[in-house]
């Protein structure tokens, strides 16, 4: 069946069974290899993607649901302004994620800041239970988080 | 910085479509034999391989021990490797796969840990340390006590798996391994070919927990045996499900105590029971046990002392190293033991450790020949003032008493003290001849050759920032080559800290060298060193006597908790952590790896993993984490050792106990199983209740 | 002989009409909303689906939510992360919280409210709260409707018919001043063994004039003892003493009938996490 989406900015088509799951059709067909397939259950959340701007897990979706949809990967969404502020904010907490779970932590700091309002601990320990990973140390990624969110604040008064 | 991760690849990035698939079609027996396997017919490129298929060696080799590769018709546990099936076109693999069936004869006996006989004992341990009846009959009081861990099994976010290409006539595998010599090894003898013909790549890797030792190897081969059969590119990555139920987890164990102590609470005597579930090949109970006789009676002055340890073959899938192989169940056990002994004495568990930890090294229960002086006094001290546990643990005791549904949530406070023993046991370090080597080239660029598998790009970074300051080179002009079998030397496998104590003395050994050749011989200088364990150590296994470990890590905790009287959920306040573990290198680092290492194993000592097969939904598939803040406070004792030992084993040993205790005391019970459970905590409440209501 | 195995039609309507018919005419055919059902737990890459698949996410009626005088009227196919986005005021804590506990954010960002209902093993999540709220449901098949209570819809010859779709769920707004929605255990990580509570109350004028509780088993069943919350209803607070009141039994009666099978641990939870609910209403006063 062929599928025709937007990805990371751009226009593209793949002929493909439409009941493969995104994950594999993301790696395997178009080589975007920051989304991790472990699960498939959509629970570690390694498979992250931003489908019109909402964080899902990729491999809970078969491909024929994401016709003619946007869909951001980490390939697109890293070097832009919002994966900026993330990442240097984890730089200066001395948070340092696996490459495993680096994509899903990311796209789910990235959520979380967008709410207009400073996250609360509880949120980022609910964002780390379902990331959960072991990888790097829960202080310093709560901290990790809260620069995030100042980062953003302080470019959004920028803008304005 | 974390943007260097778009480089990183893991074993699942390694497939491209057009690669011959494996799936490994497992038992679903736990015991008997194969009668008949029904096949449907293959298409394409598709392929069996079973145990007859594999060209030469049909084992998987680590240390003396040895493995089936395939199941050769017995069927030892569910889940066992039964045959490969293989093949390009991915979606008809899955169909398949399907449709094979394997019919069994199961007429047979379930081998458990419960109840054994004697053939299937695989080793067993008698050790004895001055007169223990003697000093029973001297004892004012006697406590008998029985403890029991339960199996424990990885739960990695990344999955498992290995694949191969032949470049140049050579098998080159890619691996996620922690031991990249054993996969060679393995993997030529299973083939039939020279070592030097196989090359091991070592792609990116998560935390592994020693989850990674060799049943990589056995994956390895799979790849190694599909590619050298079709001469096209394989891969094999095992389900998540898959590497959860049968990744070699943490054994099984169960502790009979029986204490003698003196008016004062001393411990007089001691003799232990232990037995432990090496599951289906116990590929590693020969370090696991001594490792767990070493550590069973604590780190108290004991007199005297039996053990009689045996591990058991059972129809389990075979356990592995898990972090400390053995440590952590041993001080779980002997710690919570201790709070008894408290109890007993009528001490506070504070008060009573003083009193009877060792203060030389000779009054261990194991008695090192060393005579150093020790810090146990001064850890606890850390932890006791930190805590403020003395007043919490009066004013909790006392609360617990005071049993009423509504008057909201129990606390509860625990302590534990314990060692972490880094690198292997006694000689193997040294008679496997594991090796570093280090090349200073003429352009000033270090290279440093070495096959142990950095835990994350900190630890290699470490390796780096050591290197440098012995030749005055920053860390950028230094390469560490650590993914290839065919550039690099045999480091040994990556467990037991080894990457901290035993790798930075081989690579500070070789910059030593080079650092004294350097303005006399012309570059490059390559340098290679060897692991010599000191000669003061003299480790003797038959008998037990001497220093097993070239370095020790000495730790101390307490936990306090907050349990809901109503649902019996704990949730846990607050973590004080004390260490002496030689020399820091990094402090931050230090402090981050003992942070992880805490949640874990509070997750570990409280949620009961319902074990389920693959098929059924609902299992659990991703590490749970508690979605809890707990305050950690750690500190690190100055330390009388100049070399650094690990720490990443020490929270591991003991928060469980630790958490445990602080349960009890608020529950005012006694928990002596691991992992509890707020069930297993009802089952405890509900059994004294009756008890109560008997008498 | 492996048989190559088809793969799905996959059917984009874009309007509830469309849907109906396209389901009239293909009754066999899988609704698919979120899919976080459909595939979770199956760990295959091609997962067999069957032959036709209808896509729901592309009818904006579905996804819709209002508000009106008397209730909230959500479309099957809402989105349980744009749910929780009505905010708290308005769901009320117990509904609130109770999404919030399914699955992990990014689920929820695909995971609907119709799937939720429709899915016969997430019975323990929203099940036991929508029961207590009076929840009715609107099902639609080609050329009529009809609104069934979530309760009715729960017993299979009341439930959902041949060609027929769930569409909206309406949930009436309600004065009751106390709610509570508790898990035990691990809803994510152990989900056979996690229970969950719902409670409901109106206080007025230190008068319980409403009492409702239910809770979710493992076996994706509802406990709830109505006689024992119409005893309770019209009380005065605060209520002491009562496990020594005669009403009492009926609870533990319940509880230790025959119909439902549970552990002792399980009665002590639910017993305890009752008192403790009623502890909360005295201490309102």
């Known amino acids: 069946m062929r599928i025709d989406f937007s990805l990371n900015g751009k226009k593209v088509s793949t002929d493909t069974p439409p009941e493969k799951r995104l994950i594999d059709v993301l790696r395997e067909d178009f080589g975007l290899l920051s989304a991790k397939n472990a699960c498939y259950s959509g629970e570690c959340g390694s498979c992250t993607v931003l489908l019109e701007g909402q964080t899902i897990p990729a491999c809970q979706i078969p491909v024929f649901t994401i016709r003619a949809k946007h869909l951001i990967t980490m390939e697109g969404f890293r070097g832009t302004e919002k994966y900026l502020d993330i990442i240097n904010a984890f730089s200066e907490a001395k948070c340092t994620p696996c490459p495993f779970c680096f994509n899903g932590k990311v796209f789910a700091v990235d959520r979380l800041i967008d709410n207009r309002r400073s996250p609360e601990i509880s949120e980022i320990m609910a964002l780390l239970s379902d990331h959960a990973c072991g990888c790097a140390s829960v202080s310093s990624f709560i901290q990790g988080v809260k620069y995030a969110f100042q980062n953003r604040e302080l470019r959004g008064e920028l803008l304005r | 910085m974390p943007d260097t991760h778009k480089d990183k690849r893991f074993i699942c990035d390694y497939y491209t479509p057009g690669m011959i698939i494996i799936r490994i079609i497992r038992a679903s027996v736990p015991c008997g034999n194969i009668i008949k396997i029904n096949i449907p017919e293959l298409k394409g490129d598709a392929g069996i391989i079973q145990f007859g298929d594999i060209p030469k060696n049909r084992c998987l080799k680590v240390f003396s021990k040895e493995m089936p590769i395939l199941s050769d018709g017995n069927i030892r546990y569910e889940g066992e490797p039964i045959l490969l099936l293989y093949g390009s076109n991915e979606q008809q693999i899955e169909e398949t796969e399907e449709q094979i069936s394997i019919e069994y004869d199961t007429d047979y006996t379930i081998k458990s840990m419960e109840i054994y006989t004697e053939d299937q004992i695989d080793r067993e341990i008698n050790y004895q340390r001055g007169k223990p009846d003697k000093n029973f009959e001297k004892s004012f009081r006697i406590i008998e006590e029985e403890y029991t861990t339960d199996a424990q099994n990885h739960y990695d976010l990344e999955p498992q798996g290995a694949a191969t290409v032949i470049s140049k006539k050579k098998l080159e595998i890619t691996c996620a391994t922690q031991w990249p010599f054993n996969v060679r090894d393995n993997v030529s003898a299973c083939i039939g070919i020279p070592a030097k013909d196989v090359t091991v790549n070592v792609p990116a890797m998560g935390k592994t927990h020693s989850g990674k030792l060799w049943y990589a190897g056995l994956l390895a081969c799979y790849s190694a045996i599909v590619t050298w059969k079709t001469k096209k590119p394989s891969i094999c990555i095992i389900p998540k499900t898959d590497s959860i139920l049968y990744t070699p987890g943490r054994a099984a164990s169960k502790f009979k105590f029986k204490t003698g102590l003196d008016e004062d609470g001393k411990i007089l005597s001691r003799s232990i029971d232990i037995t432990i579930d090496s599951g289906a090949f116990p590929m590693l109970s020969e370090e696991m046990i001594n490792r767990i006789c070493f550590s069973a009676a604590g780190v108290y002055s004991t007199p005297a002392l039996r053990i009689t340890a045996r591990s058991l073959i059972t129809n389990r899938p075979p356990s592995g190293a898990f972090n400390g192989m053995g440590f952590h169940q041993s001080f779980f056990a002997t710690e919570s033991h201790s709070n008894s002994l408290a109890a007993a004495a009528g001490l506070f568990p504070s008060e009573w450790r003083l009193k009877n930890v060792a203060k030389k090294q000779i009054n261990l229960p194991m008695g090192w020949e060393s005579r150093k002086p020790m810090q146990l006094e001064i850890l606890l001290d850390t932890v006791l003032e930190m805590s403020d546990y003395t007043r919490k643990y009066a004013a909790y005791k006392l609360a617990a008493v005071k049993q009423n549904v509504f008057s909201g949530k129990k606390r509860g406070i625990g302590i534990s003290v314990c060692c972490q023993g ?274 | 002989m492996i048989k190559n195995r088809r793969s799905p039609l996959v059917y984009y309507p874009k309007t509830v009409n469309e849907l109906l018919q396209l389901y009239k005419s293909m009754p066999d055919s899988l609704l698919f909303a979120g899919g976080t059902e459909i595939l979770y737990g199956r760990r295959e890459k091609y997962p067999v689906l069957p032959n036709n698949i209808i896509l729901l996410s592309r009818i904006e009626e579905l996804a819709a939510i209002k508000r009106s005088e008397g209730y909230l009227e959500i479309g099957a196919c809402a989105k349980l992360n744009k749910i929780l986005g009505i905010g708290e005021h308005v769901l009320k804590p117990a509904l609130y919280q109770a999404i919030k506990s399914i699955a992990t954010c990014e689920v929820r960002n695909l995971a609907t409210l119709g799937g939720n209902i429709c899915s016969s093993y997430r019975k323990k999540t929203l099940f036991p709260l929508l029961t207590l709220l009076d929840t009715r449901l609107e099902l639609r098949k080609h050329g009529g409707s009809r609104w069934i209570n979530l309760k009715k819809y729960m017993i299979e010859s009341e439930g959902l018919q041949p060609g027929e779709v769930l569409t909206r769920i309406r949930i009436p707004f309600n004065n009751f001043n106390n709610q509570a929605f508790v898990i035990t255990g691990d809803l994510k990580s152990d989900y056979h063994n996690a229970m969950t509570f719902a409670f409901i109350a109106s206080v007025q004028k230190e008068v319980l004039s409403d009492i409702r509780f239910s809770i979710g088993f493992s076996n994706n069943s509802i406990f709830r003892v109505r006689d024992f919350e119409d005893a309770l209803s019209g009380r005065k607070l605060p209520i002491f003493g009562l496990t020594e009141d005669p009403v009492y039994n009926r609870l533990t009666t319940a509880l230790k009938s025959n119909d439902i099978e549970i552990s002792p641990f399980r009665r002590q939870q639910i017993e305890g996490m009752f008192l403790s609910f009623l502890h909360q209403l005295n201490d309102t006063l």
């Open chain 2, 422 to 695: 880094n690198g292997f046991m006694g000689k193997v370090e040294e008679n496997e001849k594991y090796t570093v080597s280090a090349r200073l080239d003429n352009d000033d660029k270090l290279s440093i050759m070495t096959s142990a598998v950095p835990e994350n790009f900190q630890t290699a970074m470490l390796w780096k920032e050591i290197a440098g300051k012995i030749l005055e080179i920053v860390p950028a002009d230094i390469k560490i080559e650590t993914t290839d079998t065919s550039l690099v030397p045999d480091s040994g496998p990556s467990l037991f800290s080894r990457n901290i104590t035993i790798i930075i003395q081989l690579i500070e050994k070789c910059c030593n060298a080079i650092k004294k050749s350097r303005f006399r011989l012309p570059l490059p200088i390559e340098v290679k060193r060897s692991f010599r364990l000191p000669r003061t150590n003299g480790w003797n296994p038959e008998t037990f006597s001497g220093n097993p470990f070239p370095v020790v890590s000495w730790g101390a905790a307490v936990v306090e908790t907050e349990t809901d009287p109503i649902n019996l959920t704990t949730l846990v306040r607050g973590v004080w952590f004390a260490a002496d573990c030689g020399k820091i290198l990094n402090r931050e680092l230090a402090e981050a790896e003992i942070e992880s290492e805490i949640y874990r194993s509070i997750t570990s000592s409280t949620i009961k993993p319902p074990v389920k097969k693959y098929t059924e939904k609902g299992i659990p598939l991703t590490p749970a984490q508690p979605a809890m803040n707990i305050s950690i406070t750690t500190k690190f004792i100055d330390s009388k050792e100049l070399k650094s030992g690990g720490l990443g084993e020490l929270p591991d040993s003991l928060v469980p106990s630790a958490l445990l205790e602080a349960i009890s005391t608020a529950m005012n019970t006694k928990l002596t199983s691991l992992p509890s459970s707020s069930e297993h905590l009802f089952r405890q409440l509900n059994h004294k209740e009756k008890e109560k209501i008997e008498n």
